[in-house]
Structures are given as C-alpha cells and as structure tokens.
C-alpha cells in the first residue's frame, strides 16, 4: 500500500504561480509512475501530466503544455508540479496518483494509488 499526501494549493491571481507536492510513504515508488490529475465541480477528472520512473519521460495534457512542470525528488519520495501562468480554467482539486506497472499513461484508470486532492482556485 502506498499514501500519497498533496499539499501546496491555495488561492492566486490569473497569471501568478504554485508549487504542488506530493509526498509519498508506506511502500517505495520506486518503479512508479508518478501522474497529477485534476477535477473541477461538475466536470470529469482529467490528466494533468506525469513522470515515468524508468527513463523519466514526462509528458503533459494540451492544456497545460508550456506552463506545467513536473519534477521529482526520489529520496525524498516527493514529485511536484510547478505551475506558471495560471489562468482560471486551471481551478480544481489536484490530485497525484501512483502507477505501479509505469506505462508512462495518461488514463486515469490505470492508476493505482491516489491522494486526497488539494484546492487550487485562481481569481481574475
């Protein structure tokens, strides 16, 4: 079993920035993919971006290409997602998750470990 606890969300104006983290404990993840995720009230969870443990392969959604940047801390067991240029379509709970095959995938399903989420609301 692995517990994931995000932190780092709060409250900003269109066009500043956040720091996201996700700390990991129980189980290692190492060999894990690691992936952010976000949800807004009413609308489906969607893939934000992720890191593959393997070769370190990141990779991110449309929507947030350019602005979003995932990095991880493997002895600290933390993975964070830096985001500049926040517009308010980025609102959400974010949430990050745990692959344990490390597919490197953006599907949400395929995830196995997920934390309790963490608010992140940008004003205009």
């Known amino acids: 079993q692995v517990q994931l606890v995000e932190s780092g969300g709060g409250l900003v104006q269109t066009g500043g920035s956040l720091r996201l983290s996700c700390a990991a404990s129980?189980?290692?993840?190492?060999?894990?993919?690691m992936g952010w995720f976000r949800q807004a009230p009413g609308k489906e969870r969607e893939f934000v971006g992720g890191i593959r443990w393997s070769d370190f392969y990141i990779f991110y959604a449309d929507a947030v290409k350019g602005r979003f940047t995932i990095s991880r801390d493997n002895a600290k067991k933390t993975i964070f997602l830096q985001m500049s240029s926040l517009k308010p379509e980025d609102t959400a709970v974010y949430f990050c998750a745990a692959e344990a095959t490390d597919w490197g995938t953006p599907d949400a399903s395929k995830y196995d470990y997920w934390g309790q989420g963490t608010q992140v609301t940008v004003s205009s």
């Open positions: 129980g189980e290692t993840f190492s060999g894990f993919t």
